[in-house]
């Protein structure tokens, strides 16, 4: 007579046992095979990241104008002293050695100043594209794990390119460089061209990926991370009572637009104080969203994903990834956040008294500021 299941449980515990143990190594295995997929693909995103962020730009390197007496100077001493042999590399800035840090990844992050989505697609006929309202470069160190954040005004004066219809440069003139944008139909000609300016703005600098966003893009991040609270660097009392300078406010996705934006119209240098309030926003908000992404791995892939209708950018999932894994280990410090040196000035446009407020770039600043950010002194004494 055949035993039924308990029965034969019954008769033969060890069995059962045997089964129960299986069950449990199956399911271990099964885990094991997720946990590892899982991991593989993270490896395969980061490395793809990784492999297409360097063969975006090669072995670009800044081009400064070379003091060939400096130079000469430079490297008879080192003839002399036969210490150590001159490299083609190198340059010299305040009768010093700099080399360029090989290991810097840069990218360019600009806010646009429209609503809505933000298309991938050149338009050039209903000049509807907007311009780069707020302009940020981002320097991220492998080798000293630091992050650098640049601010440049949106009316610093540069060579601009204006395209027609058919996405033909018609002429280049010197003009603020947040029409660049404008003048090259926004999508991807306009993301290549803001790349183009800002790379020779700093000598030849090599921009690894450009991130477009409209105002819709920054509120969606702020809703994600819960609001945020800042501190208000400079009266805003016009715009709202309460924005006394320095007191706390908390920014949510409502009221963040606004409070990037508002500047007075009527104040020379208005832009600068604006930017000077953005690059503080900046900070605040890249600490939080860093913060996020250690309690939240998916943060990075999740807003991504919901801000992309509002994202015009060359940077890929992967290259985002990659970016990510390595700003965690980044230190960031009052130090770590620029803003370009310069002078406002007007330029009238009728008898009204109304003008432009244009920006002149201090070039020795500039270069200052790049030996410091993206160069480092060469030790001869090894």
């Given at each position: 007579m055949k035993k039924s299941a308990k029965e034969e449980k019954k008769a033969n515990p060890s069995k059962s046992k045997n089964?129960?143990?299986?069950?449990?190594?199956?399911?271990?295995?099964?885990?094991?095979?997720?946990?590892?997929t899982i991991g593989l693909i993270g490896i395969v995103v980061y490395k793809s990241g990784e492999m297409s962020l360097k063969a975006s730009t090669g072995t670009?390197?800044?081009?400064?104008?070379?003091?060939?007496?400096?130079?000469?100077?430079?490297?008879?001493?080192?003839?002399?002293?036969?210490?150590?042999?001159?490299?083609?590399?190198?340059?010299?800035?305040?009768d010093k050695i700099y080399e360029y840090r090989e290991?810097?990844?840069?990218?360019?992050?600009?806010?646009?100043?429209?609503?809505?989505?933000?298309?991938?697609?050149t338009r050039l006929a209903d000049w509807k594209a907007g311009q780069a309202d707020a302009i940020f470069l981002l320097s991220l160190c492998k080798e000293d794990k630091t992050l650098s954040v640049i601010g440049i005004p949106r009316n610093s004066m540069v060579n601009v390119e204006v395209?027609?219809?058919?996405?033909?440069?018609?002429?280049?003139?010197?003009?603020?460089?947040?029409?660049?944008?404008?003048?090259a139909g926004g999508g991807e000609l306009g993301l290549a061209k803001m790349t183009e300016s800002v790379s020779?703005?700093?000598?030849?600098?090599?921009?690894?990926?450009?991130?477009?966003?409209?105002?819709d893009a920054v509120s969606e991040v702020i809703d994600r991370l819960?609001?945020?609270?800042?501190?208000?660097?400079?009266?805003?009392?016009?715009?709202?009572?309460?924005?006394?300078?320095?007191?706390?406010?908390?920014?949510?996705?409502?009221?963040?637009?606004n409070y990037l934006r508002y500047r007075?119209?009527?104040?020379?240098?208005?832009?600068?104080?604006?930017?000077?309030?953005?690059?503080?926003?900046?900070?605040?908000?890249?600490?939080?969203?860093?913060?996020?992404?250690?309690?939240?791995?998916?943060?990075?892939?999740?807003?991504?994903?919901?801000?992309?209708p509002y994202m015009n950018t060359d940077i890929s999932i992967d290259e985002a990834v990659y970016i990510a894994a390595h700003a965690l280990d980044c230190t960031?410090?009052?130090?770590?956040?620029?803003?370009?040196?310069?002078?406002?000035?007007?330029?009238?446009?009728?008898?009204?008294?109304?003008?432009y407020n244009e920006y002149y770039l201090d070039e020795e600043a500039l270069k200052s500021l790049m030996m410091k950010v993206f160069y480092k002194e060469v030790n001869l004494d090894g």
């Amino acid at each position: 007579m055949k035993k039924s299941a308990k029965e034969e449980k019954k008769a033969n515990p060890s069995k059962s046992k045997n089964t129960f143990g299986r069950f449990v190594r199956g399911v271990l295995a099964v885990m094991l095979i997720v946990i590892l997929t899982i991991g593989l693909i993270g490896i395969v995103v980061y490395k793809s990241g990784e492999m297409s962020l360097k063969a975006s730009t090669g072995t670009q390197e800044p081009s400064f104008a070379i003091d060939e007496a400096e130079v000469e100077k430079i490297r008879e001493s080192l003839s002399y002293s036969n210490s150590v042999a001159w490299q083609d590399n190198w340059i010299v800035y305040e009768d010093k050695i700099y080399e360029y840090r090989e290991d810097t990844l840069n990218f360019l992050l600009l806010g646009i100043d429209r609503r809505g989505e933000l298309s991938s697609e050149t338009r050039l006929a209903d000049w509807k594209a907007g311009q780069a309202d707020a302009i940020f470069l981002l320097s991220l160190c492998k080798e000293d794990k630091t992050l650098s954040v640049i601010g440049i005004p949106r009316n610093s004066m540069v060579n601009v390119e204006v395209f027609n219809n058919k996405s033909e440069c018609i002429d280049t003139i010197y003009d603020e460089i947040c029409l660049q944008y404008a003048y090259a139909g926004g999508g991807e000609l306009g993301l290549a061209k803001m790349t183009e300016s800002v790379s020779e703005l700093f000598e030849g600098l090599p921009i690894h990926g450009t991130c477009a966003v409209s105002y819709d893009a920054v509120s969606e991040v702020i809703d994600r991370l819960g609001g945020i609270e800042v501190t208000v660097p400079d009266d805003m009392t016009a715009y709202n009572r309460a924005y006394v300078q320095g007191s706390t406010q908390t920014l949510t996705g409502k009221n963040v637009v606004n409070y990037l934006r508002y500047r007075d119209m009527h104040t020379l240098g208005s832009p600068t104080v604006r930017l000077t309030r953005q690059k503080a926003f900046m900070k605040t908000a890249a600490t939080r969203v860093l913060q996020e992404i250690k309690t939240n791995p998916a943060f990075v892939k999740e807003t991504y994903e919901a801000v992309k209708p509002y994202m015009n950018t060359d940077i890929s999932i992967d290259e985002a990834v990659y970016i990510a894994a390595h700003a965690l280990d980044c230190t960031f410090s009052d130090g770590s956040f620029y803003q370009l040196s310069g002078k406002d000035k007007e330029k009238y446009i009728n008898d009204k008294g109304d003008y432009y407020n244009e920006y002149y770039l201090d070039e020795e600043a500039l270069k200052s500021l790049m030996m410091k950010v993206f160069y480092k002194e060469v030790n001869l004494d090894g």
